[in-house]
């Protein structure tokens, strides 16, 4: 990145904080603050550190989705969606046992979680339960903010599964940018599409060769966390076993750099998780196999497949090939 590239994103960054802080104080002042919410995103961890992350916002109305909704309403429960206000600053407390930690979220109402365990985890399977409650500053007019996340520890894995989403697990027309709007637009979690088979598929790679495993599966996707509610109903409404969201800020001065944010994250799953081997499991429409097959030569004994889905032309298919013989060599 050239020097002129990073002083007009740090100057970006900077108008946009400050226009959000005045703004924040503008309805503070004139009483127009909605009341403040938490929302957890699925977390991950092992017996020895636990991570969650999560946002706060000002509640924004979004009502329950439902197989019959009509257009119109997916459409403004879209638009409260992507207009949401972030508390910037925000600090949280968070609590697992007898474990308590605090934390600020950042300029967009991000925050994160980290237990550091001082004794292994019981090797309970599942899903484990973290407490949050705001802390400052206070919610107008809706007493104490609280809410609990869920943090994944995998226990009997043979294996870990990193999967995109769009276009492999939900069809999202992800090369035409017009027609992934409109289908993310107009749509909710029950009227939104899966691929065939997609659930029978994921629910045998958690079970793995013998049925009995309980594979973790971490999905990676350059969706807004906007959206994660829709997606994360998504997977409980079409019966896709379900497992930690990664998604994408949105921020105007973050957009785009697809590749290192999602090889970012596999890096991280697969340092956190050293001692368990990796099946990906992606499309070919944008740029998963250039990034698997970077993993495969960054991680050559970590991996154990990789499913690439045909979304593209012969064109495209006939690179994807080249790219798998690399990968098998």
Do not use: C
Not at 230 to 254: A, I, Q
């Amino acid at each position: 990145m050239t020097g002129l590239k990073r002083r007009a994103i740090s100057a970006a960054n900077a108008l946009e904080e400050r226009f959000d802080a005045v703004r924040f104080r503008f309805k503070r002042r004139f009483g127009l603050l909605d009341p403040f919410e938490i929302l957890p995103y699925r977390g991950h961890g092992t017996n020895r550190e636990l991570f969650l992350r999560g946002r706060v916002l000002e509640e924004t109305g979004i009502t329950h989705a439902g197989q019959d909704d009509p257009t119109w309403k997916n459409v403004l429960n879209m638009a409260r969606r992507f207009a949401s206000d972030e508390v910037a600053g925000a600090r949280v407390g968070a609590s697992f046992g007898d474990l308590r930690v605090e934390t600020t979220a950042d300029a967009e109402g991000f925050f994160d979680v980290r237990f550091r365990l001082s004794e292994p985890l019981d090797g309970t399977v599942g899903w484990h339960s973290v407490e949050l409650e705001l802390l400052s500053p206070p919610s107008p007019g809706a007493g104490g903010v609280r809410s609990t996340g869920h943090v994944l520890v995998p226990q009997r894995a043979d294996f870990g599964v990193i999967s995109d989403l769009d276009d492999t697990v939900v069809m999202s027309s992800a090369t035409s940018v017009l027609k992934m709007a409109w289908i993310v637009l107009r749509n909710n979690a029950h009227t939104r599409l899966p691929f065939e088979g997609v659930a029978a598929f994921y629910e045998a790679l958690q079970r793995g060769p013998e049925g009995r495993s309980i594979n973790p599966i971490f999905y990676v996707s350059s969706s807004p966390w906007n959206i994660y509610d829709v997606l994360e109903d998504f997977l409980n409404v079409h019966g896709v076993p379900p497992g930690p969201l990664f998604l994408k800020d949105w921020s105007p001065t973050v957009l785009g750099k697809h590749q290192n944010y999602k090889l970012g994250v596999i890096r991280n799953l697969l340092d956190t998780y050293g001692d368990l081997p990796f099946v990906l499991v992606g499309d070919s429409g944008e740029e998963d196999p250039e990034i698997y097959l970077q993993t495969v030569r960054e991680y050559p004994t970590r991996i154990k497949a990789v499913y690439i889905r045909d979304v593209t032309s012969a064109e495209r298919d006939a690179e994807v090939r080249k790219l798998a013989d690399e990968a098998r060599r």
